[in-house]
């Protein structure tokens, strides 16, 4: 089974401050297996059950990440949660924390119809 691991920042309408991040927005962006990430395309949905899907899109290369609500504080990834975070590939290669990755997703703050926050996860490659 192969590995993967991404780490990254995330802001989904805007950045609050100048890190070492490039200004982008919205965005979510960081490192995936060592290559540098900016989605071009960002979604986020608010779930019927309360729940946040955020999508990032570049290119052929896709980040989701599920959290179980809409809320500031730290969500865990892994162990079947309901927390997850998934990278695809081309729609071909699809790593997700499922049952067996692990990481985190933190929502620092949420203004309105913004929310700032972090993420970092280690996946599976999905195999059927």
């Known amino acids: 089974m192969k590995n993967f691991f991404l780490f990254a920042i995330l802001s989904v309408l805007m950045w609050s401050c100048e890190d070492d991040i490039e200004r982008n927005t919205p965005s979510i962006?960081?490192?995936?297996?060592?290559?540098?990430?900016?989605?071009?395309?960002?979604?986020?949905?608010?779930n019927q059950?309360?729940?946040?899907t955020i999508t990032g899109v570049q290119d052929i290369r896709e980040i989701v990440l599920a959290v179980e609500e809409l809320k500031e504080g730290v969500y865990t990834l892994g162990n079947g949660d309901l927390n997850?975070?998934?990278f695809k590939y081309a729609d071909t290669l699809v790593y997700g924390t499922g049952s067996t990755g692990f990481g985190s997703i933190e929502i620092?703050?949420?203004?309105?119809?913004?929310l700032w926050g972090s993420f970092y996860f280690d996946a599976q490659l999905n195999e059927e």
């Open 84 to 86: 997850q975070a998934v």
């Open 29 to 46: 962006q960081g490192e995936v297996n060592k290559e540098f990430f900016r989605a071009t395309d960002v979604k986020a949905n608010l």
């Open 49 to 52: 059950d309360g729940s946040v």
């Open 108 to 114: 620092s703050r949420i203004t309105g119809a913004t």
